[in-house]
């Protein structure tokens, strides 16, 4: 009797194993992704000018330079700490150095890391790289790209390792990733609306990747694919609606998100600010054409917002109101504010928008107002643009709380923003590099 329960019991261990053991080589033939071979760096005039020229057009409408480029470091030379709820991630180097770059990539490589996800030695990437969106470009257009990187200046650099929370390290664990949020397919035109149109929604479904930042996101770090553009957090910031739930107190047209998005200013909203400042300074670079196709697709989601059919509002200025109810932030705002933001101030009269015109004031989370004023608005270097100086170290925390309150008391007709104090200290610290 005991030999007979002693070969049912080792049976059952033998069959628990095999289970195991199979679902973990099923789990791995799902993660697993084969290398692709290395090639050697194609020579640069194997390249067409033509298409480099297209290549580095596509870039600047994906705002490449912006992340793969540290603070004073080469161009696409990688590096660039990058702050997620999930950790810290290094940015790559996509420069053609064949040992730290991409330059021993094939085409075909870099076609599968855009789209899937993976590297050419079949290491999984992270999603920082917003393959979710570039899963959708054309074959020519990742061609493209990938003449214009092969053709840039090859940098060496060593990347310091990547500071995830335990497991995230482990990399195999975003094939599943993947699977609940990597919707695959080039991106197809919808019948019935112009060429223009349908111009601008692939660029901003695709390359543009704009619902990366414009679109919520839920606690495994996935897009709200049910609320697309109805607002996000990027750097610290919130990125508004940009769709029927825009907070923008006047119409955004077509023309006027073109002036935006080629200067980063609008006399009928505001300066770009935070991680759109050099959005639009790698907009005012690109063909114009496709800025206004960009215009015309992101202005025709607006139509339905609460301010799409207001065009020349007159701006909001309620001083004594305020005043009354923010004395201490009328005395700060009055010495650190008002020579460029009061009536009559020279700023507003070289064409700077009006306070009351701003998203930050009027939006439900006081986060970029306290943003702008704690970390100021600064053209990218060598650019021109709007420029307002930074007042983290001239404020405490209810100081800049101060101020926050008295503009959004003056300049809007909207409730109090609650907890400011927390609110600030909260925006320091998101500010600061990781």
């Known amino acids: 009797m005991f030999v007979k329960l002693a070969s049912l019991g080792r049976r059952f261990w033998l069959s628990t194993a095999a289970i195991a053991v199979a679902g973990a080589l099923f789990l791995l033939a799902l993660t697993y992704r084969p290398a692709i071979p290395p090639i050697s760096p194609p020579p640069r005039d194997s390249f067409s000018l033509a298409t480099v020229e297209r290549g580095a057009a596509l870039a600047r409408i994906g705002d490449c330079t912006t992340c793969h480029t540290a603070n004073g470091g080469a161009p696409f030379a990688g ?200 959005v639009t300074h790698n907009l005012a670079r690109a063909p114009e054409a496709d800025v206004r196709a960009i215009a015309v697709y992101v202005a025709s989601m607006m139509t339905r917002a609460p301010g799409a059919k207001v065009l020349s509002a007159p701006p909001i200025d309620r001083a004594a109101q305020a005043a009354a109810a923010e004395p201490a932030g009328a005395a700060l705002f009055a010495g650190a504010c008002a020579g460029c933001h009061g009536p009559g101030a020279p700023m507003m009269q070289q064409g700077r928008p009006d306070l009351s015109l701003g998203s930050p004031l009027h939006e439900d989370n006081a986060r970029d107002a306290i943003q702008i004023i704690i970390q100021g608005l600064t053209p990218p270097v060598g650019a021109p643009g709007p420029y307002m100086p930074a007042l983290a170290d001239n404020f405490s925390d209810a100081q800049i709380a101060q101020i926050a309150a008295y503009a959004r008391a003056r300049f809007t007709d909207k409730p109090a923003w609650p907890n400011l104090e927390e609110a600030v200290r909260k925006a320091r610290k998101e500010g600061q590099q990781p």
């Open 79 to 278: 590096g660039k700490p990058l702050a997620t709820p999930f950790g810290t991630l290094f940015v790559t180097n996509i420069t053609p150095d064949a040992k730290t770059g991409i330059g021993n990539w094939s085409k075909e490589a870099f076609r599968r890391a855009m789209r899937d996800g993976v590297a050419r030695d079949g290491k999984h990437l992270y999603p920082a790289l917003p393959y979710e969106h570039f899963t959708h470009t054309t074959d020519a257009d990742l061609d493209a790209l990938y003449a214009f990187f092969m053709t840039r200046r090859p940098v060496s650099t060593v990347q310091p390792a990547n500071r995830l929370y335990p497991p995230l390290g482990f990399r195999p664990l975003l094939a599943g990733w993947k699977m609940l949020f990597l919707h695959k397919g080039i991106w197809q035109p919808t019948q019935g609306e112009s060429a223009e149109w349908n111009r601008g929604a692939y660029l901003v479904e695709s390359l543009g990747h704009c619902g990366g930042c414009h679109t919520p996101r839920n606690l495994l770090g996935g897009e709200k694919r049910s609320r697309a553009y109805d607002g996000g957090v990027a750097d610290g910031w919130v990125a508004p609606a940009i769709n029927g739930n825009s907070p923008a107190v006047r119409a955004w047209t077509a023309d006027r998100l073109y002036t935006y998005l080629r200067t980063g200013i609008d006399m009928n909203h505001a300066a770009a600010a935070g991680p759109m400042g050099p």
